[in-house]
C-alpha cells in the first residue's frame, strides 16, 4: 500500500532560521507530490506540487521553495523563516488514484 | 476560482446522534468531491468520495451526495460513536488538474459517550 514518511512532527524554529522539512513515499513509482500547509483558522492550501524529478511547481508567492531530487523524495525548505509560515505543513502524494498524506508537520516560527 | 466551504466547528454531539457536516463549493465545470478525516496524532486518510453528480459516496457508515443543483456534498451518518471523533475536510479536485486538492478549512467533531 502507498505510505508516506514527514518528519519531524512537530519543530519550532526562531525566525529568521532555515527549514528543511522531508517526505518519502513507498508503495508506488513516479507519483504527483504536493505540498499543502494549514495556517490557524485557515483550510489546507496547496503549496507546491511536482509530477516528476525536478519538477516543481509553486502554486502561492511565499517565502519558502521546494525540490524533488529522487522519485520518491519531496523536500519543502526556507532560507529565513519567518512568522507567517507557522502552520501545519502536510504532504501528499497521488498515483493512479486519489491522494494519499503522511502525518503533518506543525511548524511554530518563534 | 474554485473553493470549498465548510461549517465551522467544532461540532459537539452525543453517541448516537445524528450527524451533518455541511460543505458547499465553487467550481467551474464537473469536479470530484471528496471527504478525508483526520484522526487524533494522524495523517488524512480518504473518507469517501464521489466523481459526477448524484453520485452517493459512502463508507464506515458516513455518506455523501454530490449535488450539482446546490454545489454541495453535505457528510452525514446517522449514529455517531466516540471514535468518530476527529477533523472532517471536503475537498475537490478538478479533471486533468494534476489531482490537485482544495480543501475547506475543515470541522472538527468531538462526540461523547
Known amino acids: 500500500s502507498q505510505t508516506i514518511h514527514q518528519w519531524p512532527a512537530t519543530l519550532v524554529q526562531p525566525v529568521g532560521s532555515p527549514l528543511s522539512l522531508e517526505c518519502t513515499v513507498e508503495g508506488t513509482s513516479n507519483p504527483n507530490l504536493y505540498w499543502y500547509r494549514q495556517a490557524a483558522g485557515r483550510g489546507l492550501q496547496l503549496l507546491f506540487y511536482s509530477v516528476g524529478i525536478g519538477q516543481i511547481s509553486s502554486e502561492v508567492p511565499q517565502n519558502l521553495s521546494a525540490s524533488r531530487p529522487q522519485d520518491r523524495q519531496f523536500i519543502l525548505s526556507s532560507k529565513k523563516l519567518l512568522l507567517s509560515d507557522s502552520g501545519f505543513y502536510l504532504c501528499?502524494?497521488?498515483?493512479?488514484?486519489?491522494?494519499?498524506f503522511g502525518p503533518g508537520t506543525r511548524l511554530t516560527v518563534l | 476560482g474554485n473553493s470549498v466551504t465548510q461549517m465551522e466547528g467544532p461540532v459537539t454531539l452525543s453517541e448516537e446522534a445524528f450527524l451533518t457536516i455541511n460543505c458547499t463549493y465553487t467550481?467551474?465545470?464537473?469536479?470530484?468531491l471528496f471527504w478525508y478525516v483526520q484522526y487524533p496524532g494522524e495523517g488524512l486518510q480518504l473518507l469517501l468520495k464521489a466523481t459526477k453528480a448524484d453520485d452517493k459516496g459512502s463508507n464506515k457508515g458516513f455518506e455523501a451526495t454530490y449535488r450539482k443543483e446546490t454545489t454541495s456534498f453535505h457528510l452525514e451518518k446517522g449514529s455517531v460513536q466516540v471514535s468518530d471523533s476527529a477533523v472532517y475536510f471536503c475537498?475537490?479536485?478538478?479533471?486533468?488538474?494534476?489531482?490537485?486538492?482544495?480543501f475547506g478549512a475543515g470541522t472538527r467533531l468531538a462526540v461523547h459517550p
Open positions: 475537498a475537490l479536485s478538478k479533471p486533468g488538474g494534476y489531482n490537485k486538492l482544495i
Open positions: 501528499g502524494g497521488a498515483g493512479l488514484d486519489e491522494q494519499f
Open positions: 467550481a467551474t465545470g464537473y469536479p470530484s
